[in-house]
């Protein structure tokens, strides 16, 4: 069994780099839909986070994945998060199901891949801007990132609302809170960057991404029904958002 698993993970390695981004979303796919079986081991993610150049012990900026990065059309980046987006949406309020239960063990590489989604996407965008730039062109790159960035994290952020349960169902339980925040600091790094990287675009009185963070956070992740061990974790990463950069709609 052990002989299998080490070339069940060379072989995923072998198809995932031959000719990349050939098969990106063809072996995620197989990846993430095995792993909701529990039928991978974790270190079949860092397999593919290190052949991405991102793997759990080095830092995102690395040769390697700002190679990867360069060859993934925004195209094919768009594809591979709608898909993702869809799986775990479907999961998440389709089959109420809490997705840190069955993916407890996958989620500080989810976290890493969700980031290296969101910086291809990000940068992606702001690179098909040509000059002079346009408010209106611009900030149509910056809410179709948001708008991106908002699928692929929602099923794991959001506490659902309606059915049997007054209280709503959590997007995570107490136990999971150090998983969690793992998903939420990637998300607000996410948002860091969306903004970082538009902002020399824009005159400071534009919509940026802390423009649409702030009333998204009011209107869904802060309501009455959202215990406090979420709203903690909540808390203590979206304090390091660039705050001192929002400025606010009148």
Known sequence: RRVHGMLLRRHLQTVFTHQFPKNFLTVLIEIVERSYQQSFVPEIWSDILECLGCSDDTEMQTPLL????NRLSLEKVISTIDWIA???NTLRFSKNICLYTPWFQYI???GKLFYFLMHALITKEANC???PFHLNEVEGRIDAAWSMLLRLFIPWMVTVTGGTSQKGEPPWLDAHCDRA???IENFTKSVCLLHSVFAEFVP???RTAINLFLPYYAQSLCQQ???EYVLD???VHFASLPWPSFFPDI
């Open 225 to 227: 029904n959202v215990p």
């Open 181 to 183: 925040s793992i998903i």
């Open 66 to 69: 700002s190679m990867r990065e």
């Open 86 to 88: 869809n799986y775990f």
């Open 129 to 131: 801007l040509i000059p």
């Open 233 to 235: 974790i909540f808390h």
């Open 108 to 110: 500080p590489s989810i």
């Open 204 to 206: 400071i009185y534009a």
